[in-house]
């Protein structure tokens, strides 16, 4: 069976960084792409960025593209999300996600496997 477990989360003041880290275990990590999600509260869930398999293919969305980049070391099965810039809406538990395909998908239904969030808070 998968197990994701996120790391790196906390409080940062706006401007601020942090580095969000996804070690994964049970099947074949290289094998999958993979996703970071994000959901505040009273909202649903949103996506923020994904990865393909081999990290060739990556996208953000809108909200945090030129701050946030992700990035995966298939050596080590762990999934990163540096976050730059950092603003308070921003605010959200944060999830890593297993897709079931190898390919890059920006949809909730394409991921089969979720971590337990991380919790990002950013003040102002």
């Known amino acids: 069976q998968v197990q994701l477990v996120e790391s790196g989360g906390g409080l940062v003041q706006a401007g601020g960084s942090l580095r969000l880290s996804c070690v994964a275990s049970g099947r074949t990590f290289s094998r999958y792409a993979m996703g970071w999600f994000r959901q505040a509260p009273g909202l649903e869930r949103e996506f923020v960025a994904a990865i393909s398999y081999t990290g060739g293919t990556t996208g953000y969305a809108d909200s945090v593209k030129g701050r946030f980049t992700i990035s995966r070391d298939n050596a080590k099965n762990t999934l990163y999300l540096q976050m730059n810039s950092l603003k308070p809406e921003d605010t959200a538990v944060y999830y890593c996600?297993?897709?079931?395909?190898?390919?890059?998908?920006?949809?909730?239904?394409?991921?089969?496997?979720w971590g337990q969030g991380t919790q990002v808070t950013v003040s102002s």
């Open positions: 996600a297993q897709s079931s395909r190898g390919r890059y998908s920006d949809s909730r239904l394409e991921y089969d496997y």
